[in-house]
């Protein structure tokens, strides 16, 4: 029994549970970038060479000889997988920058130091002039 407590302690921990919203969140997210690279990014791309989808640059490596395939590098889908990435590294890196400085700015203004106590006024003066004159 002591094997399942520890287990049930960890996986019911705070940060498990927010890994395990944060991959879903996350997998989410590459769905959306996937679909901005593939749906906005790479017909633009895709155009300016010369109208090619580069998901159908291949190299025949060997042609197709009656029932057995033909044998290609697929270096299309490379590129494709790798411009995913660069965009999915950049998208999380300008989300990561901009939790950075709310935190920044955050900390400056939970440090900043506190005004100074205001001068008592011209009433609180007298009053306190005439107590240290009475006590002499």
Wanted: without cysteine; charged residues 20%.
């Amino acid at each position: 029994m002591k094997f399942i407590d520890e287990f049930k302690a960890f996986a019911l921990k705070g940060n498990v549970i927010d890994m395990a919203v944060g991959i879903i969140i996350g997998g989410a997210f590459g769905k959306i970038v996937s679909s901005v690279v593939n749906d906005i990014i790479m017909p633009p791309i895709g155009l300016l060479v010369g109208g090619v989808n580069f998901t159908d640059l291949k190299i025949v490596m060997k042609e197709a000889v009656g029932n057995a395939p033909a044998v290609t590098l697929n270096y299309g889908n490379f590129l494709q997988v790798t411009f995913d990435f660069l965009i999915i590294a950049f998208s999380i890196f300008m989300v990561i920058k901009f939790m950075n400085n709310l935190n920044r700015k955050k900390e400056a203004a939970q440090t900043a130091t506190p005004p100074p106590p205001a001068a008592p006024s011209k009433e609180e003066q007298l009053l306190t002039e005439i107590r240290d004159l009475l006590k002499k």
